[in-house]
């Protein structure tokens, strides 16, 4: 599975945008997206995934670039609740291979 | 909502002693993992398996052991707790939706 770089933590103010980015510069062309958070010391929960074309779901949006090495993770209006560790992890889609979580990246929505 | 469950939630047990840490899902999900994660640190993978009879170490060395003798249920054993075990200790699975399911984990202090 291609490796991941994602900035350590981040600030966002209560009710805008949150834009999570995360760097996948060796993608290969059949591995797909996937975003987890986990929300203090529960189990991480999916958010979202994606190949190439943007995505959107009640929780998120996925946008990644035509060239496929880095995507960012947006939640149009970051509430409180928020507050989490968001995992970016790249993999083949029902593929035997490992599921493993990076450091992620710390969001802390401020009132 | 995942159909996903670990027990004991907290389990506080003396040095030396056997435990078994359950973990069982009704998915009928081919693939399970376990999970160690100290507080505020980020998950490690210590085994996995990908069907009935099989299991693989994770990225992360663990004394402990598991099994996998039915689809539904993935237990995981340390036969001498010690101190460096505790930790909180999560278990996740995965079928065809490629979208992993995560139980609500268990907190192990060994004393």
């Known amino acids: 599975d291609a490796k991941t770089t994602q900035p350590p933590s981040m600030d966002c103010a209560e009710g805008r945008a949150a834009n999570l980015p995360c760097n996948h510069s060796?993608?290969?062309?059949?591995?797909?997206v996937y975003w987890y958070r986990q929300i203090h010391s529960q189990g991480p929960q999916y958010i979202i995934h994606?190949?190439?074309n943007n995505e959107t779901n009640e929780m998120a949006s996925l946008i990644i670039t035509e060239d496929r090495k880095s995507s960012t993770l947006i939640l149009p209006h970051a509430t409180l609740r928020d507050t989490a560790v968001y995992y970016c992890?790249?993999?083949?889609?029902?593929?035997?291979?490992?599921?493993?979580f990076g450091k992620g990246t710390k969001l802390s929505v401020k009132p | 909502e995942a159909d996903i469950y670990q027990t004991p939630r907290y389990l506080v047990i003396g040095t030396g002693k056997k435990i078994t840490l359950e973990c069982s899902q009704t998915?009928?999900?081919?693939?399970m993992y376990w999970y160690q994660q100290d507080p505020g640190m980020e998950l490690h993978l210590i085994h996995y398996?990908?069907?009935?009879?099989?299991?693989e170490k994770g990225d992360l060395s663990s004394e402990s052991t598991v099994s996998r003798i039915r689809t539904e249920h993935f237990p995981l054993t340390l036969e001498s707790a010690r101190p460096s075990h505790t930790s909180q200790y999560l278990c996740?699975?995965?079928?065809?939706?490629?979208?992993?399911?995560f139980g609500q984990g268990t907190r192990l202090t060994v004393v």
């Open positions: 992890i790249v993999r083949v889609p029902r593929s035997q291979g490992n599921l493993i």
């Open positions: 060796t993608i290969s062309g059949n591995e797909y």
């Open positions: 994606g190949l190439k």
């Open positions: 998915m009928g999900h081919d693939k």
């Open positions: 398996s990908y069907g009935v009879n099989s299991t």
């Open positions: 996740a699975s995965m079928g065809w939706s490629t979208e992993a399911f």
